[in-house]
Nanobody, 128 residues
Framework: QVQLVESGGGLVQAGGSLRLSCAAS????????MGWFRQVPGQVRAFVAT????????YLADSVKGRFTISRDIAKNTVYLQMNSLKPEDTAVYYC?????????????????????WGQGTQVTVSS
């Protein structure tokens, strides 16, 4: 049984930093796509970042470019989201996602339906 377990969420002041982790178990995702999405109550789950391929190609949403970084540790089957210069509008539940097969390119990996597995989410709250 595949599980994605997020950790690292919490409460932080605006301008602060957090690092989210997503540990996968039950199968190895290796170079397959893994990503982060976020959701605010009453809104759709929105793309944040993705990483894929042997070279670890990344793509980030415009709203987080320059502030967030996605990375992975293949040996640990874990993906990370480093979030710096946090803003109150970054407040959301952050979800980790993984795809079970290779996908060429990064731009289309903004689409939720391309991911096969999801974590339970971790709350990030940024106070002003």
């Amino acid at each position: 049984q595949v599980q994605l377990v997020e950790s690292g969420g919490g409460l932080v002041q605006a301008g602060g930093s957090l690092r989210l982790s997503c540990a996968a178990s039950g199968r190895t995702f290796s170079t397959y796509p893994m990503g982060w999405f976020r959701q605010v109550p009453g809104q759709v789950r929105a793309f944040v970042a993705t990483i894929t391929g042997p070279a670890g190609s990344t793509y980030l949403a415009d709203s987080v470019k320059g502030r967030f970084t996605i990375s992975r540790d293949i040996a640990k089957n874990t993906v990370y989201l480093q979030m710096n210069s946090l803003k109150p509008e970054d407040t959301a539940v952050y979800y980790c996602a993984a795809r079970s097969t290779y996908y060429s390119g990064t731009y289309n990996l903004r689409v939720r339906s391309l991911y096969d597995y999801w974590g339970q989410g971790t709350q990030v709250t940024v106070s002003s």
